[in-house]
């Protein structure tokens, strides 16, 4: 890899279309579960709201154009003082009894809706709730519970809406003290009921990680990054890519990958900074079980205990795991760990099963390209419905060894190597019901995007066979 170093909640879910007349300011009731229509899990256009494009300086009510809409802030206002909670350069302030209101409509509904939230500078707790008006803001309702902030650092707060047709929403802040709350980065996920298109038949979720310094240094190993923020949705619309779109539709060294399988009829998620990894957790709208595939390239922050435990029961039940690793001394955020340390971490000490996936990473470092590729014509990552695999080409990575007897099948080997157990550069493994693939360098999957400033370099399409061998590899990943 050529890089220079450098509290949730979940209310019960609201099912079906709810109609909201004569029901201002009471609580959103759910109707039966015979009426529940499906989410379709892609950002409402104009979502994630950062509150970085805008400007709005007092707290007088006055209405603002953001990257969403128009939004009228009423005793709020926008902030960056060192005392403002934000992920990005900007939040909203709100003081007192203070709203921030929608003046537009979501036309394709309203699915999960989250908020990030905290406490401004030293003030005291505080709380606040989320409304939801299905009439163009003649009445509103109540969402699930009311939200105390209690602390500097942003949470995030989930909401399952599930409203089909115009949607519109309001945050309020509900003690009426002077005390004032921070709130950055909300996300809406549209909803497919009432007429909204379902995702096609056989389409799987995709999820990349970014919750693990993956934008480190000078990488940007993620799908999409905003003013600096890696969002949940990658904006604009995953809705608004066809055949001919480019991969500069969205701004991230792995852009190119994620356009990709949107075209190929998938959808694709970031997990942003400071979101955990569960699995099986109800109350994490993204849990890996709500994923067929998750795909983490070039972590470079150790994976928790529990996220660990996470991790290899997703795949032990049959979920999808894409490990892309970096060569030796690769440590970009300078904490004691890189990636081929942080992946043996994740299979040698966790409480569920010692070497699930039958290799390890050697702490190698080679720039080679190989055609040294298993030789099998029915291997559907090395010859998959996206093409075949001849070649691989390392800008800086390591290798790997297979234990031996293991399940693990090794796919292609460096130049000169024999093809056993050692010298790997790609492997494939099942643990349980599920899969595994691992690629030992970063840079095959770089489509040469990133943010300002960054330097990244053209690995999709410097070798025909890269783009293939991740498509590939997603897809049977995935199942499908």
């Known amino acids: 890899m050529r890089l220079t170093l450098s509290v949730r909640y979940m209310v019960a879910p609201l099912l079906g279309a709810i109609l909201f007349a004569g029901c201002s300011k009471s609580e959103l009731t759910p109707e039966a579960p015979a009426a529940a229509t499906a989410l379709q899990n892609v950002s409402a256009p104009g979502f994630p709201e950062g509150f970085e494009t805008g400007t709005k300086t007092a707290y007088t009510a006055g209405s603002v154009t953001l990257g969403s809409g128009s939004w009228t802030l009423n005793d709020a206002l926008i902030g960056n003082t060192t005392s403002d909670a934000h992920t990005g350069t900007w939040s909203a302030r709100v003081r007192n009894s203070g709203m921030l209101s929608m003046n537009f409509d979501l036309t394709g509904g309203a699915g999960v809706v989250t908020v990030g939230h905290a406490l401004y500078g030293t003030d005291a707790s505080g709380t606040w709730e989320l409304w939801a008006s299905g009439n163009s803001g003649s009445s509103y309702a109540k969402v699930g ?74 990488a940007d190993w993620v799908l999409d990054v905003d003013a600096g923020v890696v969002p949940r949705y990658p904006t604009p619309a995953a809705s608004g890519i066809t055949a001919s779109t480019p991969e500069t539709y969205w701004t991230a060294a792995l852009s190119s990958w994620g356009v990709a399988l949107v075209k190929l009829g998938n959808s694709v998620e970031n997990l942003p900074t400071g979101t955990a990894i569960t699995y099986g957790n109800a109350s994490n709208p993204q849990d890996l079980a709500n994923y067929n595939v998750f795909v983490v390239d070039e972590p470079n922050t150790l994976f928790t205990a529990t996220e660990k435990t996470a991790i290899i029961n997703f795949v032990k039940n049959g979920g999808g795991l894409f490990m892309i690793s970096d060569h030796t001394i690769s440590d970009r955020n300078n904490d004691g760990y890189d ?68 399940q693990a099948t090794p796919l292609v080997w460096q130049t000169t190597a024999s093809q056993g157990n050692t010298n790997i550069m790609l ?54």
């Open 145 to 218: 519970s009311t939200i105390t902030t209690s602390s500097t650092a942003l949470s995030t707060a989930s909401f399952t809406v599930n409203l089909a047709g115009t949607v519109r929403l309001q945050v309020r802040k509900t003690d009426g003290s002077t005390n004032r709350l921070n709130f950055d980065n909300i996300t809406v996920e549209s909803y497919s009921g009432g007429g909204g298109t379902p995702p096609p038949t056989g389409s799987k979720k995709f999820l990349f990680d970014a919750s693990h310094a993956e934008t480190a240094g000078n």
């Open 339 to 406: 990636s081929p340390a942080i992946w043996n971490d994740l299979m040698t000490n966790n409480t569920v099963q010692a070497n699930p996936f039958g290799y390890s990473i050697a702490l190698t470092n080679i720039s080679e390209t190989t055609s040294n590729v298993l030789a099998s014509s029915t291997n559907p990552i090395l010859n998959g419905s996206q093409g075949a695999v001849t070649q691989l080409k390392f800008s800086n990575g390591a290798t790997m060894t297979k234990t031996t007897g293991s």
């Open 427 to 480: 492997m494939s493994s099942t643990y349980g019901t599920g899969r595994v693939v691992c690629i030992t360098d970063s840079s095959p999957a770089d489509d040469g995007t990133g943010s300002p400033g960054n330097t990244v370099y053209p690995g999709w399409t410097e070798i025909a066979s890269h783009a293939k061998l991740h498509l590939n590899a997603s897809l049977w990943l995935a199942q499908q």
